[in-house]
């Protein structure tokens, strides 16, 4: 009986996934453009060459990126975005760089991942609002991170930050085409974690006013 509901239910689920292409393509996008807040090209190269292999169904307007010439941009900014991030001080400057860069990154990714019958206004907003500010919130707290590792460390443990942070770029942007749901959960995770994180920090440095005593006559 258990087993039998069990069966019903995962297949209802399923078909559910499956039909609803517009979820399905939402968190797929999100689990993109969140990991272009760890590395902005390596999700865009993930995206173009699952584009160009049939995986990921871009719009029309956003065929160029599964183009030759894309891809190839995308591969060559994706090694020099890599090897930046090992060079001490260049990568505190990189991460000042990529911030406004994910943004728009995440954006195109949520954007371009959404299928095109969907209103443009929708479109755009939902790339700017889940995407963006994804992809945003994540490259605040990796740079918060690795300020936090250069203040402490003077710097050494940086590479390690870093290879961390390619590692989950890497994995997170396969796996966004392969499994996105569990990796949308994932990134939703992350990101609360992030954000409480980040309070946190910054409710630390606000100084605190004391009221002023009123001496009397």
Same mark, same amino acid.
């Given at each position: 009986? %258990? ?5 019903? #239910?995962?297949? %209802? ?5 499956? %039909?609803?292409? #517009?979820?399905?393509? /939402? ?16 999700? *865009?190269l993930?995206? @173009?060459?699952? @584009?160009?292999?049939? +995986?990921?169904?871009?719009?029309e ?27 001490? !001080?260049? $990568?505190?400057?990189? $991460? ?5 860069? @994910?943004?728009?990154? =995440? ?9 095109? $019958? *969907? %209103? ?5 907003? /939902? =790339? ?8 945003g ?8 991170? &690795? ?25 997170? @942007? +396969?796996?966004? *085409?392969?499994?996105? !749901? ?17 309070? &946190?920090?910054?409710?630390? &440095? ?5 009221p002023? /005593?009123?001496?009397?006559?």
């Amino acid at each position: 009986m %258990d087993t039998t509901i069990m069966q019903f #239910v995962s297949k %209802d689920a399923l078909h559910f996934f499956s %039909d609803n292409k #517009v979820l399905l393509s /939402l968190v797929m996008g999100l689990g993109l453009s969140a990991c272009c807040g760890f590395r902005v090209f390596v999700p *865009l190269l993930a995206a @173009s060459v699952a @584009s160009k292999m049939g +995986i990921l169904h871009l719009g029309e307007s956003f065929a160029w990126m599964s183009s030759t010439p894309a891809i190839i941009c995308f591969g060559a900014a994706t090694i020099f975005e890599i090897a930046g991030y090992y060079i001490p !001080f260049i $990568d505190n400057i990189l $991460d000042t760089i990529m911030t406004p860069a @994910s943004v728009i990154a =995440g954006t195109l990714l949520t954007a371009s991942a959404i299928i095109p $019958d *969907l %209103d443009p206004m929708l479109k755009w907003g /939902l =790339g700017i609002i889940v995407g963006g500010g994804s992809a945003g919130i994540i490259q605040a707290g990796t740079a918060l991170t &690795r300020a936090t590792s250069t203040a402490t460390t003077a710097g050494t443990a940086n590479p390690i930050v870093a290879t961390v942070e390619h590692i989950l770029a890497i994995v997170g @942007s +396969i796996f966004s *085409l392969i499994v996105p !749901f569990i990796i949308a959960a994932i990134v939703c995770l992350v990101i609360v974690v992030f954000l409480f994180f980040m309070i &946190r920090y910054f409710k630390k &440095r606000i100084p605190k006013t004391k009221p002023a /005593l009123v001496s009397g006559k």
